[in-house]
């Protein structure tokens, strides 16, 4: 099964940080991927594992990433100066 794992940097203020992702399939496709969302707190990609699935029988790809402070991604103690 063809895919990519890999982080993106991403600054907030003086500090980076990166949120980790695993890409199943080919974004090429010309297929709309599904991206994942995965529910916490706490909670990291791990459990949509089985959405893979997906990419197996359609040929959809399929976008996995984890959240900042969850599973693979930056685990920072406290993000402050974020603005919402």
């Known amino acids: 099964m063809n895919s990519s794992t890999g982080t993106v940097d991403f600054k907030v203020g003086d500090e980076t940080y990166q949120t980790w992702y695993n890409i199943v399939g080919d974004l090429k496709s010309g297929k709309r991927p599904l991206v994942t969302l995965h529910g916490g707190p706490g909670m990291s990609h791990t459990y949509m594992i089985s959405h893979t ?3 197996a029988l359609y040929g959809i790809p399929v976008i996995f990433y984890d959240q900042l402070g969850n599973g693979k991604s930056t ?9 919402y």
């Open 53 to 55: 699935e997906i990419y």
């Open 75 to 83: 685990h920072p103690l406290v993000i402050s100066a974020v603005p």
